[in-house]
């Protein structure tokens, strides 16, 4: 009896270490070139506010570690301008910029309570 309890509570760990060591805790991710570990994982290894995770179907996808969404929005805001953008105004999820009479609709949106995900069409750099 105590070699099954103590098989059934191996089990238990080993799954339990696969679930922590993959993040499956985490929600699904709206992006299909990347997994949870791998977001975490550039998150924890660079120093900036916001970071690239991934160019997929026209957009480019960028998360900020932030509990606050005026604080990421601002975070969001700040490398729009930096790239020649003029903002206009918020609407919901979405932030409205504009450049030289083109129009530019970046989206926000809380993955958890710590991270906000931020989807821009891949013309932005221009």
Do not use: C
């Not at 309890?5 to 191996?10: P, S, T």
């Not at 929600?27 to 990347?34: A, G, N, V």
Request: proline share 2%.
């Amino acid at each position: 009896m105590k070699k099954w309890l103590f098989a059934i509570g191996l089990i238990i760990l080993l799954l339990g270490a696969i679930v922590f060591y993959n993040k499956l805790y985490y929600p699904t991710l709206p992006m299909e070139s990347i997994n949870k570990k791998e977001v975490i994982e550039k998150l924890n290894d660079s120093n900036e506010q916001i970071v690239k995770l991934s160019d997929e179907n026209g957009y480019e996808w960028y998360i900020i570690s932030e509990r606050n969404t005026n604080v990421a929005d601002e975070i969001t805001k700040k490398m729009a301008i930096q790239h020649g953008w003029i903002f206009k105004r918020k609407d919901g999820s979405g932030l409205f910029f504009d450049k030289q009479g083109k129009i530019l609709i970046v989206t926000t949106q809380k993955w958890t309570t710590d991270y906000t995900l931020v989807k821009i069409p891949s013309h932005f750099n221009y």
